[in-house]
């Protein structure tokens, strides 16, 4: 596992770079194999990332080849504040002319959490006919180097399942129940970006990149995969 580390001088510079990333690498994989099985990041910081996607790259993908999955999700219906989908389907997904079935949400209502991971689960395995590998997935990272739905001490980081997503309860960052995808499904993927912005990132940061802590988006290390930090000066500060 190769992973490098890009420092940008704004978390605008960051933006376009993360879009120009994911384009590059969707349109390598659509040529190599057909198809990009993407998985977006929840949060805010890939808001910016997103929006510039849907204004400058609407047509300069096909589109109907991308598949979109989602990193971790709150366990909210999905027209709910909070909702991961939504935010996604907001800021590039309800823009870019990707077939709706292509987007893989979790169902989040109906249905009881663990119930939830083991849908998704079997959803990855139908798509991936076995054990899914993604093209590309983005991350982010939260203050306290927790990462998707990845939260330091928790059971998901210390006992990691083969199952490619979990449900997550008592989570530290609100709403407490999520539902995220394992740690050895991210590794399995072939190319991760980790997007980090912000000087309240800073000391993650260097707690992982200069540290070398074990903290769970450190413990994101493709097996076969590349791995990029594309961070802003402000994350970058400490290292
Ligand atoms: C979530 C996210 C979470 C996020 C980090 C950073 O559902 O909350 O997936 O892992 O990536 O907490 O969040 P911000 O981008 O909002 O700082």
Partial sequence: ???????????????????????????????????????????????????????????????????????????????????????????????????????????TEGITPEEAASLYTRELETFFKGEPVFDLVFLGMGEDGHTASLFPGFPQITEPSDDAAQAVFDAPKPPPTRLTLSLKTLNRAREVIILVSGSGKAEATRRILKDNEPLPAGKVMPVDGRLTWLLDKAAASQL
């Avoid at 890009?6 to 590059?24: K, Q, S, Y």
């Avoid at 979109?68 to 219906?77: A, L, Q, S, T």
């Fill in 1 to 107: 596992m190769a992973r490098a580390t890009e420092i940008f001088e704004t978390p605008e510079l960051l933006a376009e770079a993360a879009a120009a990333r994911f384009v590059e690498c969707c349109k390598t994989r659509i040529a190599d194999t057909g198809r990009c099985a993407v998985v977006l990041a929840g949060g805010s910081s890939p808001r910016a990332m997103h929006e510039i996607l849907a204004e400058k790259y609407e047509g300069a993908l096909e589109w109907s080849k991308v598949f979109v999955f989602i990193g971790d999700e709150r366990f909210v219906p999905p027209d709910h504040p909070d909702s991961n989908y939504l935010m996604m389907v907001e800021t590039l997904l309800s823009i870019v002319p990707i077939p709706e079935e292509n987007i893989y949400p979790y169902l």
